[in-house]
Nanobody, 119 residues
């Protein structure tokens, strides 16, 4: 079992920056792929960014060039640095940890942190 706790959300003006953190309870954090998802009111949850256990990253087109995902395995923490924020970035942001072993899927979610971009 893996517990995930997000932090760092809040209110920020358009063009501003915010850094989200996700702390994981597992002692084998380094083997998990980590991701950030977001969900706006009335919309489906969407993938924002992922980082593999090897450090490879991928981003949604809507955030590419503005957001950066990173991880610190010594601290069991994944980060999402968000720059040049836009009102359309407003959503609840969720942390995810996942891996597949011998065809079995392991997937864990945090409870989310609110990000609001407004003047």
């Amino acid at each position: 079992q893996v517990q995930l706790v997000e932090s760092g959300g809040g209110l920020v003006q358009p063009g501003g920056s915010l850094r989200l953190s996700c702390a994981a309870s597992t002692s084998i954090f380094s083997i998990y792929a980590m991701g950030w998802y977001r969900q706006a009111p009335g919309k489906e949850r969407e993938l924002v960014a992922v980082i593999t256990s090897g450090g490879s990253t991928n981003y949604a087109d809507s955030v590419k060039g503005r957001f950066t995902i990173s991880r610190d395995n010594a601290k069991n923490t994944v980060y999402l640095q968000m720059n040049s924020l836009k009102p359309e970035d407003t959503a609840v942001y969720f942390c995810n940890a996942g891996r597949v072993v011998f065809g079995l899927k392991y997937n864990y979610w945090g409870h989310g942190t609110q990000v609001t971009v407004a003047s």
